[in-house]
C-alpha cells in the first residue's frame, strides 16, 4: 500500500510540472506488475484520467503512432 500512495503522491507533484511544462505526454512504467499508464495534455492544458495498458503487445507511442515499444526486452530471463 505505501507504494500506492507514494506513486499517487509522485504522480501528483510531477502532474503539475509537467502540465506547467506543457509536456504532451508521460508515462509511468510498472516493470514487475507489468503495466503502463499514459497520461496525455489535453486542449485545455490538464491531463486528462490515465490511458491503462498492459506489456502483452507492443504500444505505440502517442506522439509518434509509428513508433511500437515491444516490451518481450523486459520479460524475466
Keep these: 500500500m505505501q507504494f500506492l500512495r507514494d506513486l499517487e503522491n509522485n504522480t501528483s507533484d510531477m ?4 502540465e ?8 509511468i512504467i510498472h ?3 507489468r503495466w503502463v499508464m499514459v497520461y496525455t495534455l489535453k486542449d485545455d492544458g490538464q491531463y486528462g484520467l490515465p490511458r491503462m495498458f498492459g506489456m502483452e503487445e507492443p504500444l505505440a507511442v502517442g506522439l509518434f503512432p509509428e513508433l511500437n515499444i515491444n516490451w518481450a526486452f523486459m520479460q524475466e530471463a
Design 20 to 27: 506547467l511544462h506543457g509536456v504532451q505526454e508521460y508515462w
Design 15 to 18: 502532474t503539475w510540472l509537467y
Design 31 to 33: 516493470p514487475t506488475d
